[in-house]
Nanobody, 120 residues
Framework: QVQLVESGGGLVQAGGSLRLSCAAS????????MGWYRQASGKQRELVAI???????NYADSVKGRFTISRDNGKNTVNLQMNNLESEDTAVYYC??????????????WGKGTLVTVSS
């Protein structure tokens, strides 16, 4: 069992920066793929960035070059550095942890989310 708690959301002007953090507790952290997702009002939740247990990363096209995901397995944290924020980045950002038991079956956990509002 994994519990995830996000922090760092807030209000920022377009062009500014914000750093989100996700703290994991309750289970081993290093074996999970960690990700950040976001959900804007009236839209579906979408992938922002992921980072594997080995440190490989992937990003949504809309945030490439602006956002950076990182993790610290020793501290059981995953971070999302967001630079050059745009109004379109406004959303609730969720931390996700995912681990496959088989090639098909997996377990995942979600945080409660943190709101990021980018003013224009």
């Amino acid at each position: 069992q994994v519990q995830l708690v996000e922090s760092g959301g807030g209000l920022v002007q377009a062009g500014g920066s914000l750093r989100l953090s996700c703290a994991a507790s309750g289970s081993m952290f290093s074996g999970y793929t960690m990700g950040w997702y976001r959900q804007a009002s009236g839209k579906q939740r979408e992938l922002v960035a992921i980072i594997t247990s080995g440190g490989s990363t992937n990003y949504a096209d809309s945030v490439k070059g602006r956002f950076t995901i990182s993790r610290d397995n020793g501290k059981n944290t995953v971070n999302l550095q967001m630079n050059n924020l745009e109004s379109e980045d406004t959303a609730v950002y969720y931390c996700n942890a995912k681990k496959y038991q088989t090639s098909i079956q997996y377990t995942q956990y979600w945080g409660k989310g943190t709101l990021v509002t980018v003013s224009s």
